[in-house]
């Protein structure tokens, strides 16, 4: 199972450490934070313990209204718990007592100046990203018009002279070589680089060029959410290429089943542009659209 240090959070969202200093090396493995409030009341069916305890201006505010012991009594039945952390929201100041328990359990308490929804809308979408199951695979990855690509074929096949073609048509490129494929939901798969080869383009005969430096901040982004794989493979004499519409063929990365196109390779091949149009033609075909269909619906207009 993934996980991320509550050090780790601290760094990322610059946090300032109230209480449990001494254990920042506490494991946070659940995606998604939580806010405590139905515990407060003392309601604890479901209650997720593994997440990050998240406490806004409500949660403070009824602690608030409670009597010394009542506080001592409702705090410390969620402090038995051990969650990972708690995070308190929007500056706030009236929390001696909260620092009291923290530091007697050893449970990180911090604090951020941000409001509540923005802060969970942040945290949320970091620990989805961060705690989401990974693999590595060979290959390029790049932006055609909005639409994530991963290009794959044989070592030496062409994938980042390709994706340096696609650049320079103002596409934009995420990774070369390794790619790091992110499962976010059981149909969304990100793909990123693996931060060492961020920026980086490896081209046989000219060598490592950075993307950025050459071509601007515009010619490259983090991550794409990956819809199409495209397998690029050479030239085969007796395969049939010429077919009104594409048998749909598809590949599975960590459960996630991706549309599969191969394009076969041939000196003066336009390999970008036709990348350029099997992505417009999988948002055409998102929009309800299929050139086939409109093709053959004329042909049988034309017979009756």
């Not at 952390?85 to 620092?99: A, H």
């Not at 690029?232 to 519409?245: G, I, M, R, V």
Request: aromatic share 8%; glycine share 8%; proline share 4%.
């Amino acid at each position: 199972m993934k996980s991320i240090t509550v050090q780790r959070l601290t760094e990322t969202f610059q946090l300032e450490v109230l209480a449990g200093a001494d254990r920042l090396d506490r494991a946070i493995t659940r995606p998604r934070t939580h806010r405590p409030g139905l515990e407060f009341v003392g309601y604890f069916d479901f209650f997720p313990m593994e997440r990050v305890q998240v406490l806004g201006r409500k949660e403070i505010t009824y602690l608030l209204t409670l009597s010394i012991e009542e506080r001592k009594l409702h705090i410390g039945n969620i402090v038995k718990y051990q969650p990972p952390c708690f995070i308190v929201t929007s500056g706030q100041q009236e929390i001696p007592y909260l620092t009291l328990f923290c530091d007697q359990e050893g449970i990180p308490l911090l604090r951020t100046s941000e409001t509540t929804t923005e802060f969970i809308a942040k945290l949320d979408n970091y620990l989805v990203k961060a705690l989401a199951p990974e693999l590595s695979i060979h290959g390029v990855c790049v932006n055609v018009s909005g639409i994530g690509i991963l290009l794959r074929g044989k070592s030496g096949i062409g994938k980042s002279e390709t994706a340096h073609t696609l650049i320079r048509r103002g596409h934009r490129f995420v990774a070369d070589d390794i790619v790091v494929l992110k499962k976010l939901g059981p149909s969304t798969l990100l793909g990123t680089h693996n931060e060492t080869t961020r920026e980086f383009l490896a081209l046989r005969s000219v060598g490592l060029i950075n993307v950025v430096r050459q071509y601007g901040r515009r010619a490259f982004q983090d991550e794409t959410r990956i819809v199409l794989d495209i397998e690029l493979s050479p030239w085969k004499e007796d395969a049939l290429n010429n077919e009104l519409e594409v048998v749909p063929q598809f590949t599975e990365y960590l459960g996630v089943q991706i549309p599969h196109l191969e394009i076969q390779l041939q000196p003066g091949r336009d390999v970008a542009g036709l990348i350029e149009a099997a992505a417009n033609n999988w948002y055409l075909k998102q929009l309800g659209y299929s050139a086939a269909e409109e093709f053959m619906q004329r042909i049988e207009s034309k017979l009756q």
